[in-house]
């Protein structure tokens, strides 16, 4: 290993030497500003180094700093910028102290984004548990009490389901020799395997994994957490820490060829239906909005694995337009969600959103595009994203997925709908809508996922192009 | 080619102008805004339908939308003969709709909304219909439907406005489903979206069969029998008809542009783009013409004995829509678009006038409490007297010319099932004629039958509300005479216009028969007038006595041939049952009509069951993981 | 030497025991004590299957586990005390204000 093999790693150092100096900052002086714009800065940088990584770099056998990795590393990055910037303002006056907020985001951010360039058991592992550690601290953050109860069970969760996974990887170690990716696959072909402890593993890796995304059923846990935890965490928790897991599945996947194995894919077809129907029907009568987003997104996730499921060069771009696509929506919807919070509690009552439309015409409209977009309404990078994975469903011959895709769908779109209608409807009573104003760089962000969110509903193609560039060499 | 985007995309601005300015700048001015907009798109659709009359068709592409490997999806515009019938008809009605709102809408609190849904529902319309493949089609498709959905639920302080909303949304489901999957399956097969290199293509697909769900189906039939679930759903036919009715809960000229002239429509009009894919199976065309005869027969007699203004409308449109597929299943597209665009013109003006009937008797839909208005409103009187003589099918008049078509070519095509689509046709003519008389006699015939407050406010309605009524009376008149047939000596224009598209399907008989067919459906349309004329003018008791005779017939007519008990006796409630007894065991006893609530009751119970599971408590959550994990591993194992 | 299967066994019996007592009890903290358990079955079989694969890899990754079980650990603390001030308890069935 020399310096000149550290130069791909440089946008994760950066992420890791600004929390450094975050941590060290506030035992000298606290200030609110300083740790939220160098945390922006941070990320800011560490994206545009982004850009300096040439062509394909294994770094040991550890980390691979690819197209596809640095891609789903700008995406988190993204993403967690835009959660900086909206729990700058979500947080004052919820807490005193808020500095360490940041700290942990930022750690949070590594961890995923490691996630994604990992090749190797150990720097899954590692990535996986300095992203899950941060977020049992930021999502009982500002500690009122039903932060705490979502930490809790977030806790408790999260580090059973570690155990898991960490037995997966054991015998799959035990059995294929190797921690790498790329040579697992000689691995099981070699002589004298274990076929049933080969699955066991695999299947234990997937529960680990499955719990992280939030799929039927690990999903157990989402609603508590996405309602308890502050809203931008919710954001947080719902983008960053899938991306960087879903990234991580899609690659060990195509690495160790999945579809070798029928019964294993036959077990991930079963957690993407039970996924869908679990996440659309417990949202169908739910009556907290950002529970139904938690219920949604366990849809969500179904669907992207529905996609992940097809073979085929359309497997990558449609699961990667579709993260994108969900990247965006939730970022805005839980970033509407956020900026309309009281301190006293979050706005999260279906009721708070009644009328909204009266109030704050460009925020229920911001909305509503949002919905639309979860719901896959054409014009959205929601309906695009659909269409990929139905088309890379359909081209798999993967029929019955795709129809429970289908009706899965139709059921969402009620939900959906409902909360629109509710948007339009007139004023109820209640305090949310008197926010007196809004903060202006969260009114930014949201503005800006909405020109998104539609100009790749409008005009797909040069993201289209950017996945195709990044898959061929995948 | 450049200025025709302006189609579609004036409404569009139109509508983003009202959304974003309607509630601060703009108030009650907001019909400017959507009138001119629509308006502008009505100048520009005509110049471009004066283009294609000489023979100008445009098909290009503006992007590429998506794309993937060697697959293209671009948003584009295909203006041809069959797009130019329905930018005129689909403008036409929206600009003429837009200036009658003006009167009718005036002083409704969501004055500003109304408009800019209307002017998206008009966009999301003309999407549709100049649409170039099948993707931007389906965007067009599911977004009316959502306008539609909106619209019903206009005045969602009425309960049965945002019920008849959400019933509408989900049969349209039902639909939609199908319609998604044909859609795929296009795709799987051509490898493409556009229309015409799949049209150019369909030939290939003659005697291929698919392994559909474990079933081997012939490929062209799958496909148009999946396309027309979209279309049942749409144009509200048999089995899928039960929302439509309900859906007369929104304003009155939502009922006319969306539930008469243009969304309902769409059904047909995809049916006739799809021409070659249909005209492929036999039995696909069969189903088509069985299900649009018996919707057209069935509607018709509900029609008969409704007492709801608006209702006895709807039924007739579900019933002309039933007469529009009945043409396409015979082969005779250029009929059927035929008859569409004359049905827009005097089911629109029926439901304006309607809507004016209203306006005067203050909301009321009886036509027991209604009688002699003849006097009163003599506009609203002479405008829906001539669209109800177009809708009889008395000679010279639009409706005439188009029907008269439909049941030439029925008889005289090659179809199997001509003659019989063609006999009930007739009989349906028979029973148009019937129904709406009784309307028009009914309501501005005799005496009044109301309260005297009610005949106090008896008063025509503005100008701006009868000037609409005129011209679209015009419509009603001369929309017909495009496609006079050669038989009285005119030119059969229409038909030899849409030939490029749609084809033309020859009627194979004698000048005899062709006289005798049209004798018919002209003496029936007349002696449905006359008995009408005969029950309702005459002797005031004779219609009593007559329900008093057949008491049986009038009860499963008023009843609606107990559609929506069957849907609950066979559908609803073994599904609650399912759902109370094997599901969660208990329950509230409620009992929803209609299968459209069957279903999403027992996914309601579900949902709640499943709730149940979600107790909040961390071993509870646990355990379903570990179960889940062990799962998991059982299936890896076990498979 | 011992046959790796048995180490192979001992290690599920341990997992299974954790498993078991995380399901079991309500404890916060003997469910926390319960995962090390489980971790630390892991740990055995992946020390085994090093030693008898003859490569280092599975060690370190102990390593890595240990470290993070203590990480996991301190934060887990940190958020079970904020709950005992929160509600006078380390039961964690009376931490369900969210649910349905």
């Known amino acids: 290993m020399t310096l000149n093999d550290l130069a791909p790693l440089i946008p994760l150092m950066v992420i890791a030497v600004s929390s450094v100096i975050i941590m060290l900052g506030i035992a000298f002086y606290r200030s609110r500003a300083f740790s939220g714009l160098l945390t922006l800065a941070g990320i800011a940088v560490a994206f545009i180094t982004l850009f300096g990584v040439q062509g394909t770099r294994q770094v040991t056998s550890l980390l691979i700093l690819d197209d596809y990795a640095l891609f789903y590393i700008g995406l988190i990055l993204a993403a967690s910028f835009v959660v900086a910037l909206l729990s700058s303002d979500y947080l004052e006056g919820r807490r005193e102290n808020i500095e360490e907020f940041y700290i942990l985001l930022l750690l949070s951010t590594l961890g995923s984004s490691v996630l994604a360039a990992s090749t190797h058991f150990v720097s899954f592992f590692i990535g996986l548990e300095i992203l899950s550690v941060s977020l049992y601290a930021l999502i009982a953050y500002t500690r009122n009490e039903l932060n705490i109860e979502a930490g809790v069970k977030y806790l408790v969760l999260a580090a059973a389901s570690s155990a898991f996974l960490l037995f997966g990887i054991a015998l799959l170690y035990g059995e294929t020799g190797t921690m790498e990716f790329s040579r697992m696959s000689s691995g099981i072909s070699a002589q004298g395997i274990n076929k049933g402890m080969l699955l066991t593993g695999f299947a234990l890796v997937l529960t680990g994994v499955g719990f992280k995304l939030a799929v039927a059923p690990f999903h157990m846990w ?59 029907l417990l949202a169908l009568l739910q009556k907290n909005i950002k529970r139904i987003l938690a219920y949604s997104s366990i849809a969500h996730l179904g669907y992207l694995l529905v996609a992940f499921l097809a073979g085929g060069v359309m497997r990558v771009t449609a699961v990667t337009f579709y993260l994108v696509a969900y990247f965006i929506t939730t970022l805005g919807a839980f970033g509407v969600v956020t900026m309309l919070s009281g301190k006293e509690r979050d706005a999260d009552a279906v009721e708070d959103y009644q009328g909204l439309f009266r109030h704050r015409p460009w925020l229920a409209l911001i909305f509503s595009a949002m919905l639309f977009s979860l719901a896959g309404i054409p014009l959205t990078a929601g309906f695009i994203g659909k269409f990929y994975i139905v088309a890379a469903g359909a081209g798999s011959a993967l029929w019955l997925l795709v129809i429970m895709l289908v009706i899965n769908s139709a059921i969402g779109l009620y939900y959906y709908l409902r909360i629109i209608v509710v948007l339009y409807a007139q004023p109820g009573h209640s305090e949310v809508s008197a926010v007196s104003s809004l903060p202006l760089t969260g009114s930014l962000v949201l503005v800006l996922l909405t020109v998104l969110l539609l100009w790749l509903g409008v005009y797909p193609e040069p993201l289209i192009e950017m996945i195709h560039r990044m898959t061929m060499r995948f | ?126 999407m549709l219909v100049t649409a170039n493949n099948f993707l931007q089609l389906y965007f067009g498709w599911e977004a009316v439907g959502l306008c539609s959905y909106f619209l019903i639920g206009f005045w969602y302080e009425k309960k049965s406005a945002s019920d008849a909303g959400k019933k509408a949304f989900i049969v349209n489901r039902f639909g939609d489903f199908g319609f998604g999957i044909g859609v795929i399956m296009i795709f799987l097969t051509f490898g493409t979206l556009h229309y015409i290199p799949i049209f150019g293509a369909v030939n290939g697909m003659v005697g291929q069969t698919v392994d559909f769900l474990g079933m081997q189906v012939d490929l062209p039939t799958l496909i148009a029998l999946l396309l027309f679930c979209g279309a049942v759903g749409k144009s509200a036919q048999i089995p899928l008809h039960v929302w439509l009715p309900d859906a007369m809960e929104g304003p009155t000229p939502v009922s006319a542009l969306i539930h008469a002239a243009t969304m309902v429509t769409a059904g047909v009009f995809m049916v006739a783009r799809c021409n070659p894919i249909f005209s492929l199976s036999p039995v696909a065309m069969d189903v088509v013409a069985i299900v649009g005869a018996v919707t057209a027969l069935f509607a018709a007699t509900i029609g008969l004995v409704q007492n709801d203004i608006k209702r006895i409308i709807a039924y007739s449109t579900v019933s002309q829509l039933g007469y529009m597929f009945l043409a396409c299943g015979v082969g005779a597209y250029g009929a059927g678009i035929f008859h569409l665009y004359t049905h827009a013109f005097f089911k629109a003006l029926l439901f304006l006038c309607a809507g004016s009937v209203m306006h005067a008797m203050a909301g009321e839909l009886d036509l027991q409490k209604m009688g002699g208005l003849k006097k009163y409103m003599p506009w609203t009187y002479l405008t829906m007297f001539v669209a109800s003589l177009s809708i009889a099918g008395v000679p010279g008049l639009a409706g005439f010319f188009s029907k008269d078509e439909i049941l030439w070519l029925a008889y005289s095509g090659p179809s199997p099932v001509g003659k019989l689509v063609w006999a009930i046709g007739t009989i349906v003519a028979f029973l148009t004629a019937f129904y709406s008389f009784r309307l028009i006699f009914l309501t501005f015939h005799g005496k009044f039958r109301g309260s005297h407050e009610q005949e106090h406010h008896l008063h025509e309605s503005p100008k701006v509300m009868t000037i609409p009524l005129m011209i679209l009376c015009v419509g009603a008149i001369a929309s017909g005479w495009v496609g006079i047939p050669s038989l009285l000596g005119g030119g059969a224009h229409f038909t030899e216009f849409m030939k490029p598209v749609l084809g033309h399907l020859e009627g194979h008989g004698t000048h005899a028969e062709e006289w005798m067919v049209m004798a018919i459906s002209v003496v029936a349309g007349l002696s449905g007038i006359g008995l009408a004329a005969f029950v309702y003018l005459r002797e005031g008791d004779l219609a009593a006595t007559v329900t008093q005779k057949f008491r049986f017939v009038h009860q499963v007519l008023w009843n609606k041939y107990y559609v929506d008990e069957l849907y609950d006796f066979i559908i609803v409630r073994p599904t609650i049952w399912i759902a109370k007894n094997v599901i969660v065991g208990v329950t509230d006893g409620k009992i929803i009509e209609g299968i459209v609530n069957g279903v999403p ?26 179960i889940g994990a062990f799962v998991v591993i059982a299936m890896v194992l076990l498979w | 030497m011992i046959p790796l299967h048995w180490y192979l066994w001992l290690s599920a019996v341990v997992f299974m025991v954790g498993v078991a007592g995380f399901l079991m009890r309500r404890n916060i903290i003997i469910m926390f004590m319960s995962i090390e358990l489980m971790l630390n079955a892991v740990n055995i079989s992946l020390v085994s299957f090093s030693r008898y694969l003859d490569d280092m890899r599975g060690q370190i990754l102990v390593f890595f586990i240990i470290a993070v079980a203590a990480a996991e650990a301190a934060i887990g603390l940190g958020i079970i005390i904020a709950l005992f001030r929160n509600k006078v308890t380390a039961h964690v069935d009376e931490a369900n204000e969210m649910k349905g």
């Open chain 2, 601 to 626: 009751e027992l996914i309601g119970r579900f949902s709640l069951w499943l709730r149940s599971i979600q107790t909040g408590m961390v071993h509870q959550y646990a355990a379903v993981m570990a």
């Open chain 2, 1 to 126: 080619m450049d200025s025709y985007l302006l189609i579609p995309f004036l409404p569009l601005a139109a509508f983003f102008i009202n959304i974003i300015f309607g509630r601060t700048l703009i108030k009650d001015k907001a019909h400017w805004v959507s009138i001119l907009a629509v308006f502008g798109s009505w100048v520009v659709s005509m110049m471009a339908v004066a283009e294609v009359l000489q023979g100008k068709t445009v098909n290009a592409d503006l992007y590429t939308w998506i794309t993937s490997g060697g697959f293209k999806v671009s948003v584009g515009f295909l203006i041809d003969q069959l797009t130019s019938v329905m930018l005129v008809v689909v403008t036409t009605c929206s600009t003429l709709i837009h200036i009658y709102s003006a009167g009718y809408m005036h002083g409704d609190k969501g004055y500003y909304r109304f408009f800019s849904y209307l002017s998206l529902f008009t966009f999301s319309m003309l």
């Open chain 1, 222 to 280: 989402t609603p508590d957490v996405y309602e308890g935890a502050p809203a931008p965490v919710t954001a947080f928790v719902a983008t960053v820490s899938k991306g960087g897991v879903f990234a991580l599945l899609l690659r060990y996947f195509i690495q160790v060829d999945m579809h070798a194995y029928p019964s294993l894919f036959g077990a991930v077809a079963f957690i993407a239906v039970a996924s869908m129907f679990a996440g659309n």
